[in-house]
């Protein structure tokens, strides 16, 4: 008979020898205790230094790559960990919160000990998320007890929930033709996200004007992420092998034997060779093109591979180069000889990437504040950072105000009732639930407190859930809340709105582009897009700094100053053109003055 997993509620102070030791205690006799004890619920809730935690993440990652950065390597020479860096990463920022955790928790660091596991609880899981398709891994508190040396002999590495979990579902699609079939181009392009090829499609499309072909490779996994077959001619959509992101399986050289060698956490000696057990648990699960299986990478670079060199196209694009297929396809593009092209997507804080690292040699950004982040976080030798603006952003001079309008007033007040006086746009991240929900609590009390009659649209982030808000829509009636259709998103909906708020999505600079106020949301320690240090934002920590702002903004739409917006995107609905400029000056080998008239080039 198979003892069921065991679910660990609480720690609690144990006697054993006579030296304090620390219990996993599970929720059916955690209420019983006398002893010094904590839900595990309040000890991950203590307050934490970010600093000291980015800093000890990143001296783990150090050791990991000295450790064994080359233990597993594709035939194309990319190692496991320059590959899975990013899940990885994540991965690792939730060990060492733990043990900051366990350090901050008084009773703990007074007597500190040995934390005896609970049997039969898996190591590794699954957290709380609001993304469609990225999958929030974490390492439980047996998992920490394993890292720092106790015998697990009955407690399996994936939880049941992790375990039972259903393969990602990969939409099936009329296969692409074999890579050797493919004719030549010039550009092969690489999307797998809609805000991917919303960036990258302009810029195709200005070099097939200019009569220039390229291929869009499309490696999306999630149906509402995928490219629609472009429309001008020239531009060719590839799709890679059905099933390429469904394969799972062991590891090999990642099973390692208990060895000497540790990574010190404050007082927590962490056993990297279990460590990296633990971390091969997501490289042997199918987790779509966000979070690929090592079989998938494998599979992925040699059908790469194939694309690259058949088509040999002069220039890689990408707006992603740091998460594994991007990292993966620019380490091929270097060994065949490819320049590479990154156009920055979205919006970047200096805390904002799990990874603060970019691998093309060229790096388009938005706007001059991008450049010492771009600058700081290349790795090519010969990277340059150009300022173009967004090519995605070129478009929003066309956008409609009263048609968004009347689209904002039928999703608030359906059929014929009476719409709100006013309209905000909740511009959303896939952040976990309590983070969304302490976000909607802010906003909704502080449009409740605002002078006139306020009514909320969501728009979730093309990779957020949204039913996730359904909570939301079960409120008394006032203010009115609705939910935008995923297909609509926020770019749809700003125009039409008076104000638009965000914790720091991309969207707040489009909506700062167009006039349109934004409120910069969140508790003073949760980072935004910094919007407000240039005039374009209002901070927004409290319901009474909403309510506040709202009673305050003005009946009217007001441009913003060049002067101030250009720091954060430079945008002169050109954008596109220049990349392709750059892409074309770079492939013929000609200087690349033009561009620095126009925006900046830094190396």
């Known amino acids: 008979m198979t003892t069921p997993p065991r679910h660990v509620y609480g720690l609690a102070q144990a006697d054993i020898d006579g030296r304090p030791t620390w219990e996993l205690v599970g929720g059916s006799s955690f209420e019983t205790l006398t002893s010094t004890r904590i839900t595990t619920d309040d000890l991950e809730a203590l307050p934490l230094d970010a600093r000291e935690h980015e800093t000890l993440v990143e001296r783990v990652m150090d050791a990991l790559q000295w450790y064994g950065a080359d233990l597993r390597t594709t035939p194309g020479g990319a190692g496991w960990l320059y590959v899975q860096h990013v899940p990885v990463r994540r991965l690792v920022a939730h060990v060492v919160r733990k043990l900051m955790a366990l350090s901050a928790w008084e009773p703990f660091r007074e007597a500190p000990g040995p934390l005896k596991i609970a049997p039969h609880e898996g190591l590794v899981g699954l957290r709380a998320s609001s993304s469609r398709e990225y999958r929030a ?188 297929v991007g990292a993966l396809a620019v380490h091929l593009a270097d060994l065949n000889g490819v320049n590479t092209v990154h156009v920055q997507h979205g919006a970047w804080t200096a805390e904002s990437v799990a990874w603060p690292a970019l691998h093309s040699r060229d790096i388009v950004v938005m706007g001059d504040h991008d450049v010492p982040l771009a600058k700081a976080w290349a790795r090519h030798p010969d990277a340059e950072v150009h300022v173009l603006g967004q090519p995605r952003f070129d478009v929003l001079a066309g956008l409609g105000r009263d048609d968004q309008r009347q689209y904002l007033e039928k999703l608030l007040v359906p059929g014929s009732g009476r719409s709100p006086d006013r309209i905000m746009v909740w511009a959303c991240q896939p952040f976990g639930p309590d983070r969304l929900k302490a976000h909607a609590d802010l906003l909704l009390d502080g449009m409740w407190k605002a002078e006139g009659e306020w009514g909320l649209v969501i728009t979730p982030h ?49 909506a700062a582009l167009l006039g349109v106020p934004v409120l910069e949301i969140g508790t003073t320690e949760e980072r935004t897009l910094g919007l407000a240090a240039h005039g374009l934002a209002r901070r927004c920590t409290t319901a009474g700094d909403v309510a506040d702002a709202l009673s305050t903004l003005p009946k009217a739409h007001t441009a913003a100053e060049p002067a101030s917006t250009d720091a954060v995107c430079r945008w002169g609905g050109d954008s596109a053109a220049l990349v392709a400029q750059l892409i074309v000056s770079r492939a013929s080998g000609n200087p690349l003055e033009h561009l620095r008239n126009e925006g900046v080039s830094a190396r």
């Not at 697990?152 to 039972?164: D, H, K, V």
């Open 137 to 324: 891994y974490t390492v439980t508190w047996s998992g920490i007890t394993y890292l720092l040396g106790a015998t697990a002999l009955y407690n399996p590495f994936r939880t049941a929930q992790l375990s039972n979990l259903q393969p990602t579902r990969v939409e099936t699609w009329v296969p692409s033709p074999p890579p050797s079939s493919l004719p030549r181009t010039g550009v092969v392009a690489l999307s797998w996200s809609s805000r991917h090829a919303a960036t990258l499609l302009p810029v195709l499309e200005d070099l097939a004007r200019g009569g220039r072909t390229s291929l869009l490779v499309d490696l999306a996994t999630d149906r509402a992420q995928r490219c629609d077959t472009p429309a001008v001619e020239g531009i060719r959509l590839v799709k890679p092998p059905a099933g390429l992101f469904a394969l799972s399986g062991a590891v090999g050289r990642l099973q390692l034997r208990d060895d000497e060698h540790v990574v010190q956490v404050k007082e927590h000696v962490v056993r990297l060779s279990r460590l990296v057990r633990l971390l091969a648990v997501l490289l042997e699960t199918s987790g779509g093109c966000t979070q690929p299986s090592w079989r998938s990478v494998v599979r992925l670079e040699t059908w790469l591979r194939g694309v690259l060199q058949a088509s040999h196209p002069h220039t890689l694009l990408v707006s992603n180069d740091t998460s594994p």
């Open 462 to 510: 093309p990779a957020q859930s949204p039913e996730v808000f359904a909570s939301l829509m079960r409120r008394d009636g006032r203010p009115l809340v609705a939910v935008a259709d995923p297909q609509v998103g926020a770019r749809g909906c700003l125009a039409g709105a008076d104000v638009v708020a965000s914790a720091y999505s991309t969207c707040g600079i489009e």
